[in-house]
């Protein structure tokens, strides 16, 4: 069992559409990060958070420690969303990755 | 503007041969790291290194080597014994300790034929 498992694997949506992903976790961590990463292999760091909820935009990400849980949340999708959506956390002083969320937006 | 350039974008090289990816850094970030990403898995450390003149070991670093001769640079070498060197690439830095976030490369495709 995989130490970061992402749901969906693969997700589709209309434009407009509210979306969610999810992760969870098995491992002590210290930070949870939500990256993104486009068909042209890049990453950017969307959030990096230890507790509570964290707002950017459209994005909202949010972390249960509790519970192991983290979910990335994306308000009125658009088609330029369209990404690869990779959670990772903080152990010790490396990243674990998730094998992430393929999202399409449709318009 | 600060951030990590690799070069090259893409990479094509003989089996058997060595070849050398880029990875410069201008954030004055302690810390970077090789990540090796394959289709349908999570991205998997290689090398990493937290200061200067030293680094070490990831989960996958057979057939891999690295140096930290400056700051700005952890060039990783793809060896010959490295048996399924096609893959993408990713180098990431840090200011270091695992409260910080992390700065990504643009990544580099390597296909070895």
């Known amino acids: 069992k995989n130490e970061v498992e992402q749901s969906p694997q693969n997700l589709t949506a209309q434009e407009g559409e509210f979306i969610t992903i999810n992760c969870s976790y098995s491992?002590?961590?210290?930070?949870l990060h939500w990256l993104q990463q486009h068909p042209g292999g890049g990453i950017v760091s969307l959030f990096m958070l230890s507790s509570g909820k964290k707002k950017h935009g459209r994005l909202i990400a949010t972390i249960n420690i509790q519970e192991k849980h983290s979910s990335l949340h994306i308000t009125a999708s658009h088609p330029r969303d369209s990404a690869v959506y990779i959670c990772a956390v903080s152990n010790t002083d490396k990243l674990i990755f998730g094998t992430g969320t393929r999202l399409q937006v449709f318009p | 503007d600060g951030g990590i350039t690799q070069s090259p974008k893409y990479l094509f090289r003989k089996e058997g041969q060595n070849v050398t990816l880029s990875c410069e850094q201008n954030?004055?970030?302690?810390?970077m790291y090789w990540y090796r990403q394959d289709p349908g898995q999570g991205l998997r450390l290689i090398y990493y290194s937290q200061i200067v003149n030293d680094f070490q070991k990831g989960d996958i670093a057979e057939g891999y080597s690295v140096s930290r001769e400056k700051k700005e640079s952890f060039p990783l070498t793809v060896t010959s014994a490295q048996k399924n060197p096609t893959a993408f690439y990713l180098c990431?830095?840090?200011?270091?300790?695992?409260?910080?976030?992390?700065?990504f490369g643009s990544g580099t495709r390597l296909t070895v034929v």
């Open positions: 491992v002590g961590i210290s930070a």
């Open positions: 990431a830095s840090s200011p270091g300790g695992s409260n910080y976030g992390y700065t």
């Open positions: 954030l004055n970030h302690d810390a």
